[in-house]
């Protein structure tokens, strides 16, 4: 069975949820017996690169904030039809346009829609306006629709009569790491609250930053991220920047993985989701997380995480300061969140799942190496 993968940046995921998801499916499909193409942006990932069995296609795009996706998925789906590949899957709501076109040559089509992208603040009305359309298409041009939670699953039900797939984001269970960097980061083990994602206005970094701000604590707050076509949000968030909350940009690596291990505490403030792999691998470390109320981070946090009213500084604030005094809550916070995410979600559940979506389409099974 021959997949090719469109719509992400590129593997190996550097930044980016869609990315990781990618990244962790198909090095699981392909010792499934699957052979899969992920087509790559050039200023993403690397030439020359290697990765898992996986073929890396690396092609161009018009690197500006409305035509990066555009421009490649056209160039990408069209030489997927060129290539005849058994089933064509498509990620995220833009590239879920083109979702018919292999279908003309035989190929099965699948979309997994990883949030509803029109609700970013990033986009202006025009984009909003354009990525709001793209759900239709979403919903019925292809021959099967994934979706990442069960909000969107009721979404889509509700929207578009539409019963898509529910196969959530996954994480893997990783063993802490010694505090080794963080020193050089000018963080100290168990004394910094943590912030991981793209640093984007729907991610509600500013309200993170004003809340903590407030606060008579000798912690420091940690944001460890890069823009995404963002610069002006980035500008407002440096207003934020001191000795107590710090601009990383992005970590990876071990590095990223030493300060999952060492926070005191998580804060996902998030205004919008579609299924936060950042909030999975913060439980995944048996960290203390503070969400945002918004329904797909609940569904994920169930018992195991602390809420705020989305939006709300000051409550952000009441329950973050909180924490902070209360170290016992934390350490039972933390204690129930990996169990929960050991039980419920796994990449390589996700990758089955997958598969067997595929096989179901194609009638085609697969040959496990």
Not at 209 to 226: H, N, P, Y
Not at 243 to 260: H, K, Q, S, T
Not at 285 to 303: F, H, K, Q, T, W
């Amino acid at each position: 069975m021959r997949v090719a993968m469109i719509g992400q940046k590129g593997i190996p995921a550097t930044y980016g949820g869609i990315e990781r998801h990618v990244d962790e499916i198909a090095r699981r499909l392909v010792p499934r017996g699957i052979d899969v193409d992920v087509f790559c942006r050039l200023y993403y990932t690397p030439p020359g690169s290697e990765y898992h069995g996986i073929g890396l296609l690396r092609r161009p795009s018009i690197h500006t904030k409305h035509l990066d996706t555009a421009t490649h998925v056209t160039w990408a789906t069209a030489e997927a039809m060129l290539r005849r590949y058994d089933v064509v899957h498509f990620h995220a709501l833009g590239p879920a346009i083109f979702a018919s076109l292999p279908r003309i040559t035989g190929a099965k089509t699948v979309v997994t829609v990883h949030g509803l992208d029109w609700q970013r603040e990033k986009w202006g009305k025009a984009a909003s306006w354009v990525l709001k359309r793209c759900e239709g298409p979403a919903a019925h041009f292809p021959n099967r629709t994934i979706v990442v939670s069960k909000t969107l699953r009721e979404h889509f039900k509700n929207e578009h009569k539409v019963d898509a797939a529910y196969i959530p984001n996954g994480t893997h269970m990783p063993q802490p790491r010694a505090p080794k960097k963080l020193a050089a980061l000018g963080l100290e083990p168990g004394k910094y609250v943590l912030f991981v994602g793209r640093l984007v206005p729907e991610k509600g970094v500013h309200y993170l930053c004003e809340a903590f701000s407030r606060i008579d604590t000798d912690m420091k707050l940690a944001l460890v991220g890069g823009l995404s076509f963002s610069q002006d949000y980035v500008s407002v968030l440096k207003r934020y920047e001191s000795d107590r909350i710090r601009l990383l940009d992005y970590v990876f690596g071990e590095a990223l993985e030493e300060l999952w291990s060492n926070a005191y505490c998580v804060v996902q403030p998030s205004t919008m989701e579609g299924l936060s792999i950042a909030l999975l691998e913060a439980l995944s470390y048996g960290r203390c997380v503070l969400v945002s109320d918004i329904p797909e981070n609940m569904e994920v946090a169930e018992e195991c995480a602390l809420s705020f009213q989305s939006k709300n500084v000051d409550d952000l604030q009441q329950k973050l300061a909180h924490l902070i005094a209360h170290p016992e809550e934390v350490a039972a916070y933390g204690s129930r969140a990996r169990a929960h995410i050991q039980q419920h979600y796994s990449w390589d559940n996700v990758a089955e799942s997958t598969a067997r979506l595929y096989e179901d389409l194609t009638g085609k099974p697969r040959l496990k190496r």
